[in-house]
């Protein structure tokens, strides 16, 4: 098993079912390493990158360094001449300075971050452009009609959400049709072993009406790469030591770790490591279109690129889905509300 391609959504679009995520770059991995990070997992066969407006900042130190991560894949792109190949996506939501109107889906701010990122970017377009999170402070309509001239501007070429609940993407559908707008084509959800609530509402409408699925946090912020240890400090530099300090006190449960337990198990039989059988795992399940990657290092990559290469038969899926069981959660991710309260700009969220 290699890279494999699955269309997004109801589009003809095909993209990789491993997408690299790059929320490490321009804080925690610097230019250059990121650049190396971005043509390795191209020429590896990836075509899907994801980042944000808002990816960038140092941990603890947000929002300083905003920009950064579509500044590198900008710069990256451009010198390795590969942007065509690319299905390139960000997104839109979160404060990008104390200005109060410069957050959120308003029209106002939608069309000037698109603008903004296709800059930073250094390109015409943008494939795939997602509103990086939900509100009830601005009409749906209003999001989806903004969107809908950046598409016929050709700036933007299909739109998607990221953390929406299945309710509010079918109340999208409705608007877009009520009023001959664009429609959303994919969903971008937090989904691992340790969560597996999409499994109930989300995944079954996605399926339904044609939305693809790509996952964040595959594996639980490197949870289930199996590097840490019941009752033993945190490794230095790692997400839980640094970017997610002080949400591993209510994260590393009994539960939680026999989802290690069994997975480093089987990635023993299987001569492979539990960050790539965890990704396996998901990409595995039916509905996902792919999973989102975020390398803080080249070796990283490395390890997580094997995992396209693994399958997994009936019995060690029974043996995951006994200590994991199917819909239900272990530690929440999806909904950010198993992750600590961060205050970005006049708003508080769950990130």
């Given at each position: 098993?290699?890279i494999e391609?699955?269309?997004?959504?109801?589009?003809?679009?095909?993209?990789?079912?491993?997408?690299?995520?790059?929320?490490?770059?321009?804080?925690?991995?610097d230019?250059?390493?990121s650049?190396?990070?971005?043509d390795?997992?191209?020429?590896?066969?990836?075509n899907?990158?994801d980042?944000?407006?808002?990816?960038?900042?140092?941990?603890?130190?947000?929002?300083?360094?905003?920009g950064?991560?579509?500044?590198?894949?900008?710069?990256?792109?451009?010198?390795?001449?590969?942007?065509?190949?690319?299905?390139?996506?960000?997104?839109?939501?979160f404060?990008?300075?104390?200005?109060?109107?410069d957050?959120?889906?308003?029209?106002r701010?939608?069309?000037?971050q698109?603008?903004?990122?296709?800059?930073?970017l250094?390109?015409?377009?943008?494939?795939?452009?997602?509103?990086?999170?939900p509100?009830?402070?601005?009409?749906?309509?209003?999001?989806?009609?903004?969107?809908?001239?950046?598409?016929?501007?050709?700036?933007i070429?299909?739109?998607?959400?990221?953390?929406?609940?299945?309710?509010?993407?079918?109340?999208?559908?409705?608007?877009?049709k009520?009023?001959?707008l664009?429609?959303?084509?994919?969903?971008q959800?937090?989904?691992?072993?340790?969560?597996?609530?999409?499994?109930?509402?989300?995944?079954?409408?996605?399926?339904?009406y044609?939305?693809?699925?790509?996952?964040?946090?595959?594996?639980?912020?490197?949870?289930?790469?199996?590097?840490?240890?019941?009752n033993?400090?945190?490794?230095?530099n790692?997400?839980?030591?640094?970017?997610?300090?002080?949400?591993?006190?209510?994260?590393?449960t009994?539960?939680?770790?026999?989802?290690?337990?069994v997975?480093?198990?089987?990635?023993?039989?299987?001569?492979?490591?539990?960050?790539?059988?965890?990704?396996?795992?998901?990409?595995?399940?039916?509905?996902i279109?792919?999973?989102i990657?975020?390398?803080?290092t080249l070796?990283?990559?490395?390890?997580?690129?094997?995992?396209?290469?693994?399958s997994?038969?009936?019995?060690?899926?029974a043996?995951?889905?006994?200590?994991?069981?199917?819909g239900?959660?272990?530690?929440?991710?999806?909904?950010?509300?198993?992750?600590?309260?961060?205050?970005?700009?006049?708003?508080?969220?769950?990130?």
């Amino acid at each position: 098993m290699t890279i494999e391609y699955r269309l997004l959504g109801r589009t003809g679009v095909k993209v990789s079912n491993l997408c690299l995520g790059c929320m490490n770059f321009g804080g925690r991995t610097d230019e250059k390493e990121s650049i190396a990070i971005i043509d390795h997992a191209i020429d590896a066969g990836i075509n899907f990158i994801d980042t944000a407006n808002v990816y960038g900042h140092e941990p603890g130190n947000f929002p300083v360094g905003r920009g950064r991560s579509e500044i590198i894949v900008g710069k990256a792109l451009q010198s390795s001449s590969k942007r065509e190949r690319i299905v390139l996506a960000t997104k839109a939501h979160f404060p990008m300075s104390d200005d109060p109107n410069d957050v959120g889906n308003s029209r106002r701010h939608i069309i000037a971050q698109c603008e903004a990122s296709l800059k930073r970017l250094n390109t015409d377009y943008i494939d795939l452009y997602q509103l990086h999170h939900p509100t009830n402070s601005t009409p749906i309509d209003e999001a989806l009609r903004a969107l809908d001239d950046l598409i016929r501007r050709g700036l933007i070429r299909y739109i998607g959400t990221s953390s929406f609940g299945a309710w509010q993407i079918v109340e999208s559908l409705w608007v877009s049709k009520e009023y001959g707008l664009n429609r959303f084509i994919s969903e971008q959800p937090a989904y691992n072993l340790l969560d597996r609530r999409i499994e109930r509402e989300l995944v079954p409408m996605a399926q339904t009406y044609g939305i693809g699925i790509m996952v964040w946090s595959p594996l639980a912020g490197g949870f289930l790469t199996g590097k840490y240890e019941r009752n033993q400090p945190l490794p230095d530099n790692s997400r839980f030591e640094t970017f997610w300090k002080g949400s591993d006190k209510d994260h590393f449960t009994d539960a939680a770790f026999k989802v290690i337990e069994v997975l480093q198990n089987i990635s023993a039989e299987k001569s492979c490591t539990p960050s790539q059988l965890a990704l396996a795992w998901t990409i595995q399940q039916p509905g996902i279109t792919c999973a989102i990657i975020g390398p803080r290092t080249l070796n990283h990559l490395e390890d997580n690129l094997k995992a396209a290469e693994i399958s997994l038969s009936e019995s060690e899926l029974a043996m995951l889905d006994a200590v994991a069981p199917r819909g239900n959660v272990i530690v929440p991710y999806y909904g950010h509300d198993g992750l600590a309260w961060t205050t970005w700009g006049p708003h508080q969220f769950r990130w």
